[in-house]
């Protein structure tokens, strides 16, 4: 089974042979349900999973095996219980707790994903891997998303401003990772004229490669002045013990004007139980860029408080891309805060508000203020 080229068929055989000699020896008996399964005659696998958790629950191995064939064949309610066993069993076994979370998960049932996930941190209390592991079980579960943004920018120096942009975007989500199409339209106003406006079409991708790893890829284009003309945006991420998270990734901006800007970026994240604290940097020729980020979740991946510091401008911040060359060579801070809710198991909704203290010339700065909306649908 470990070959590059496994032969199934071959196997099935030999655990046939093994388990008429020896017909106590269940690992015969697993090995048979795992090929099985691997040659997608689920019937059979299913029943030598049971076989083997029948005559001795010791073989852990089984019950995973089991949770997560019915996963694929979408038998939620046989999964619960089969997961609950294997909790009664093994009560010390994160494994299992988060198998039953991904089951009321996958069928929608906030209040019961809830339960269990406020019970999984309460018997874990002080693991940092728990809220990680959470995550990243959310990331993987089959759902699509659709949704709407605004954000609304006022700005204190006379006759500059107000600032408006709308996205629409649908996410669709597998274990393999995500895909997002965005479309985002901005409009900027100067002394109660249009500055300038136009539309951005946005792809955006979570890749999972393999365990503890996974890439973001972005890209953006657009042929209005409300937007840079190009974006491309790329960062690997790899998951440490205890909570912690390192990526490392690059960002190109390509302007309206031709100029382009290339900046390096690193960051550093830890879980601390039902907390996430994340740092970034962006290197760039005219000056370093911080991003410091915290987050709370109250219950789901969906439920969470945020608040967010920084300094100097982010090649991520879609508000600001179309002045972000003018922006990077001068200072500023900004301070931000949000709620965000999962309601009736479907809807998401939040709101953040920003402060950014924007210089716009040498010593003379600005304060932008930013009202970001966000409604989304999770089917």
Do not use: C
């Amino acid at each position: 089974m470990k070959t590059s080229h496994p032969d199934y068929k071959l196997n099935i055989k030999r655990a046939l042979l093994g388990k008429k000699i020896a017909p106590d020896y269940l690992d015969f008996y697993l090995a048979l349900g795992r090929n099985y399964d691997l040659s997608n005659v689920k019937d059979s696998a299913r029943y030598y999973y049971n076989y083997v958790i029948d005559q001795n629950p010791k073989y852990q191995e089984a019950f995973i095996y089991l949770i997560n064939l019915n996963i694929v064949e979408k038998k939620y309610d046989e999964g619960v219980t089969v997961a609950n066993k294997a909790i009664e069993l093994y009560p010390d076994e994160k494994v299992y707790r988060l198998k039953r979370i991904e089951f009321y998960s996958l069928q929608n049932d906030t209040e019961n994903e809830a339960k269990y996930l406020k019970s999984i941190k309460a018997k874990f209390p002080n693991d940092p891997e728990i809220q990680q592991l959470l995550y990243e079980l959310y990331s993987q579960i089959n759902m699509d998303r659709a949704g709407l943004y605004y954000n609304y920018t006022t700005i204190d120096r006379d006759g500059v401003g107000p600032w408006h942009l709308v996205s629409a975007d649908y996410t669709r989500q597998r274990s393999w990772g995500s895909l997002i199409g965005r479309v985002s339209y901005a409009k900027r106003l100067s002394a109660n004229s249009v500055m300038s406006s136009g539309l951005q079409f946005e792809a955006e991708s979570y890749l999972f490669a393999k365990k503890n790893n996974y890439s973001y890829i972005d890209l953006a284009y657009s042929q209005d002045n409300a937007f840079p003309k190009l974006r491309l945006g790329y960062s690997y991420f790899h998951n440490f013990d205890k909570g912690w998270e390192a990526d490392l990734g690059f960002r190109y901006i390509l302007m309206e004007d031709k100029t382009d800007v290339k900046t390096l970026n690193l960051g550093l994240g830890k879980y601390f139980g039902s907390y996430w604290v994340n740092l970034r940097s962006y290197i760039q020729d005219e000056g370093p860029s911080f991003t410091l980020t915290s987050r709370y979740y109250y219950k789901t991946k969906f439920d969470y408080v945020t608040l967010i510091a920084g300094y100097g401008t982010s090649p991520d911040d879609r508000t600001r891309s179309a002045d972000y060359e003018n922006r990077i060579a001068l200072s500023s801070y900004r301070l931000s805060a949000g709620f965000f809710k999962l309601i009736n198991r479907h809807y998401i909704a939040g709101f953040m508000i920003t402060d950014n203290e924007q210089e716009y010339t040498r010593g003379k700065f600005q304060t932008e203020l930013d009202f970001a909306f966000l409604l989304q649908y999770k089917f």
